[in-house]
T-cell receptor, first 114, second 118 residues
């Protein structure tokens, strides 16, 4: 059974550009969440989607957005990149529905903003 | 507000020693879920265990064991007979039951970097 797949794994962008990251959840999973990991702030929740609807959102500026498609695949977008957006972006999937499901993570996308 | 504290930033032990990673949590909910993840240098968070607030039984999985104590709001993780492959950053996390609609938001601790010295 394939795990959570994230693309691209590594990318370098210039300040002011935008970036789109992609996540394919485990087959059958309907919930996809995104997290940002930085040395200074640790692991922080960005948002979660379930059945194409944003169900929960973290405390990030509007430059961070996401969406989920009918096949549960998800994308997140960061516009007008800042140097502080350099981070490991992790996608997680779970079956969704009720709380307390096991949540599985992908290998992440390493974003460097220069 | 929910909070997870991992007071140990870094731990180093010699191979084959036992090591315990501490996790203390705060939540106002009566129903919540606790997790442990392992993060090797590749970056992926590897799921280790999930425990709900109503199940205080300790769990053992091979060399890994977990001690959940609601009275002290702790969910500690012990590795017995540590091996070099156990070297990684370990995260404790908490999610709350907001409603029957579901909630997959995890609040993470700051992690403990474990180094096993051969």
């Amino acid at each position: 059974k394939a795990g959570v797949t994230q693309t691209p794994r590594y990318l370098i962008k210039t300040r002011g550009q935008q970036v789109t990251l992609s996540c394919s959840p485990i087959s059958g999973h309907r919930s996809v969440s995104w997290y940002q990991q930085t040395p200074g702030q640790g692991l922080q929740f960005l948002f979660e989607y379930f059945s194409e609807t944003q169900r929960n959102k973290g405390n990030f500026p509007g430059r961070f957005s996401g969406r989920q498609f009918s096949n549960s695949r998800s994308e997140m977008n960061v516009s007008t990149l800042e140097l502080g957006d350099s981070a490991l972006y992790l996608c997680a999937s779970s079956s969704g529905g009720r709380s307390g499901n096991t949540i599985y993570f992908g290998e992440g996308s390493w974003l460097t903003v220069v | 507000a929910q909070k997870v504290t991992q007071a140990q930033t870094e731990i180093s032990v010699v191979e084959k020693e036992d090591v315990t990673l501490d996790c203390v949590y705060e939540t106002r909910d009566t129903t919540y879920y606790l997790f442990w993840y392992k993060q090797p240098p590749s970056g992926e968070l590897v799921f280790l265990i999930r425990r709900n607030s109503f199940d205080e039984q300790n769990e053992i999985s091979g060399r890994y064991s977990w001690n959940f104590q609601k009275s002290t709001s702790s969910f500690n993780f012990t590795i017995t007979a540590s091996q070099v492959v156990d070297s990684a950053v370990y995260f404790c996390a908490l999610s709350e039951e907001i409603s029957n609609f579901g909630n997959e938001k995890l609040t993470f601790g700051t992690g403990t970097r474990l180094t096993i010295i051969p």
